[in-house]
């Protein structure tokens, strides 16, 4: 059974009352210092600022919180961050932790590891609720890797501007299952495969309330699912993901997803795309606008799609600004077109429209997409302390690889839109200008580039630390690297 938010958030914070609370920074200076002296069951709440930790839980069974947890007042979240300062991952829950060890209300960010970015999980069962995770790099999971039977439960995350060398920008998960309820994972990207998120060998998930959008990879642009792996999707909005092969969903040897009230749209170069050789795979639709329709599946003769009942292929029609691109205007076809069946009533809405966000739009019967269902909260708006949107951000930078480096790195970027002109230029410790890398007009994508550790007449510079600072007419960021000889 599925509880609303409401209820949710009381049970949290009764057990929140009966715990021992551990203040950060009254009774400790860092976070990773209040988790040394707990024990489980109890909170280390953390006053609001920038952390630059790598925390690990230990096996503790306990509630790392910002002050959202006893307020509830999102804007703590972009103000409470735990910067990795692009060493290891951010958050480790490496040592058997179960579903009681519970990370809530934080900005997690510059992280980079081998394994996980942001957050690594391996035999543990963690929750995240009220997390935003953005701008991580791993080499398997930029935002998030799971491994060997981990069991992370995620409501109300953001996963967003995560890259990975390899594999699973957003999300990276083998040998396990994860289930995500009310969770956005836009403009990650991979090197090799899985931009938005990769089940690997094994691996089993529950998408619900889900929007998948923006990420880019080699292939499978927004989910790869592969060897043995299954995916259940319900009310899951795919949208605006671009690979070489499997723009969409990507499956490969024996995986079988199944979509309920889902939106697959301009994801390219096709929505769902079967890899030619191994095992065959299965996909089951209902009640799903798919674009292209049944015939814009690419199969490879590989497998079989089950076509079920309710599936349209009409334009979805996306609001396409705002906090909520992804919702739908009044007269989309998706509204009203959901599975009948009565498990999928939003109980909640006055209207009993399935839709909250717009009321008195129709029948009972539910939507298609991310804001359709029982269990939307309409979270995925994220707003930084400026109050930008970074749901669609117009540039994200990311963290150079390898770093530490002799003699080249590869700094990583995404431009939402075409600008006018794209500079990014390599500064020494000194603040003095090295390297000029770009100053030019880009087309939005995902672009790279390589510095050989010369400076603009050729010479080698010194070891030490630099810094890469990207400008555009209205986005400035700079991030440092360190040069070791």
Known sequence: MKFPFSIFFFIVFVSFLSATIINIQADQPTIQAGINISVDEDTVLVQLGTYFENINYNGKNITVASLFLTTQN???????????????????????????????????????????GGISCWNSCPGLQNVYIMDNSGFLGGGIWCYDDSYPNL?????????????????????????????????????????????????????????ISGNYASSSGGISCSYNSSLSLENVTISDNSAESGGGIWCRNNSDPDLVNCILWNNSPEEIYFCEDENPNTITISYSDIEGGEAGIVTNNNGTVYWL??????????????????????????????????????????NNTGYALYPAMGTIINDMGAYGGPNVIGWPVVELDDNVIIQTPEVLLHQNYPNPFNPTTTISFSVAQ????????????????????????????????????????????????????????????????????
Do not use: R
């Open 309 to 350: 009942e309710g599936n349209i292929d009409e334009d979805p029609l996306f609001v396409g600004t705002g906090g909520y691109p992804y919702s739908l205007l009044e007269d989309s076809p998706c509204i009203d077109a959901g599975n009948p069946d009565p498990i999928y009533y939003d109980p909640e809405d006055p």
């Open 418 to 485: 075409t600008l006018s002109f794209v500079i990014l230029d390599i500064y020494n410790i000194k603040g003095q200008l090295v390297k000029i890398l770009i100053d030019e007009k880009l087309p939005a994508g995902n672009h790279q580039v390589t510095w050989n550790g010369k400076d603009d007449n050729g010479k080698h510079v010194a070891s030490g630390i630099y810094f890469y600072k990207m400008k555009t007419v209205n986005f400035e960021k700079t991030k440092k690297m360190l040069l070791l000889k």
């Open 155 to 211: 409501v109300n995350v953001t996963i967003i501007g995560n890259s990975a060398y390899y594999s699973g920008g957003g999300f990276f998960c083998q040998n396990s299952s994860i289930s995500l309820e009310n969770v956005t994972i836009s403009n990650n990207s991979a090197d090799l495969d899985g931009g938005g998120i990769v089940c690997f060998f094994n691996s089993n998930a529950s998408l619900v309330n889900v929007t």
């Open 74 to 116: 999102t804007t703590y979240i972009s103000q409470t961050i735990i910067d990795g300062d692009s060493n290891y991952s951010v958050i480790f829950f490496t040592n058997g932790e179960d579903s009681t060890a519970v990370l809530v209300g934080f900005t997690i960010t510059n992280g980079q590891a081998m394994y996980g």
